[in-house]
């Protein structure tokens, strides 16, 4: 059974910090690609970094310098370590494990940003 179990949401002013973590059970973690989306209430959820089984990272353009992404093969998880948030940064946070034809994802952690 195929598990993703994220952490680490919640409430944080503007400009502060938060680090979200994800625990992978049932799968090969190593196999994976892993990422991290969100969706904001009314929105589409959106891709927001990922992390190549190798170490390669993406992000989107309005994260980029302010989030990081990591991964830990050890320990079957990947760390989402945000800084600077801004509001628009608020909404629920959603682990992804992919490997094709194989796409699993979290029940996702809230992060809300106030003013």
């Known amino acids: 059974q195929v598990q993703l179990v994220e952490s680490g949401g919640g409430l944080v002013q503007a400009g502060g910090s938060l680090r979200l973590s994800c625990a992978a059970s049932?799968?090969?973690?190593?196999?994976?690609?892993m990422g991290w989306y969100r969706q904001a209430p009314g929105k589409q959820r959106e891709l927001v970094a990922t992390?190549?089984?190798?170490?390669?990272?993406d992000y989107a353009e309005s994260v980029k310098g302010r989030f990081t992404i990591a991964r830990d093969n050890a320990k079957n998880t990947v760390t989402l370590q945000m800084n600077s948030l801004k509001i628009e940064d608020t909404a629920v946070y959603y682990c992804?494990?992919?490997?094709?034809?194989?796409?699993?994802w979290g029940q996702g952690t809230q992060v809300t940003v106030s003013s």
């Open positions: 992804n494990a992919y490997a094709y034809p194989f796409d699993f």
């Open positions: 049932g799968i090969i973690f190593s196999n994976n690609r």
């Open positions: 992390i190549s089984r190798s170490g390669n990272t």
